[in-house]
């Protein structure tokens, strides 16, 4: 069974750069046609797709977060890290990595295994 499970700090202070990791045990990061992708819940909102990168190393980002975001993979490690420059305490949220399943052009069909998610605090 798939399994995955994120770290990093709770408390970001503002500007700075937030730094996630996942880790997946059960499956391979460049199993096709897996995605693996980065979501987050600030408190009172929905959850927020923010990024993926896909089994070849491909990667795509949400537009309005594009900018200061950046997605990478350490395949021997089996992680994939998620960089967040120059937070705000509005990037305070619940952060999730999750496996989603695509066709093999790139179409999403569904999330099948999540992460329990970590608490992200951006506090001076």
């Known amino acids: 069974q798939v399994q995955l499970q994120e770290s990093g700090p709770g408390l970001v202070k503002p500007s700075q750069t937030l730094s996630l990791s996942c880790t997946v045990s059960?499956?391979?990061?460049?199993?096709?046609?897996?995605?693996f992708s980065w979501m987050r819940q600030a408190p009172g909102k929905g959850l927020e797709w923010m990024g993926a990168i896909g089994y070849s190393g491909t990667t795509g980002y949400s537009p309005s977060l594009k900018s200061r975001t950046s997605i990478s993979r350490d395949t021997s490690k089996h992680q994939f890290t998620l960089q967040l420059t120059s937070v705000t305490p509005e990037d305070t949220a619940v952060y999730y990595c999750d496996r989603e399943e695509r066709t093999s052009g790139g179409d999403y069909i569904a999330g099948d295994y999540w992460g329990r998610g970590t608490q992200v605090t951006v506090t001076a």
């Open positions: 059960g499956g391979r990061l460049s199993t096709p046609y897996y995605y």
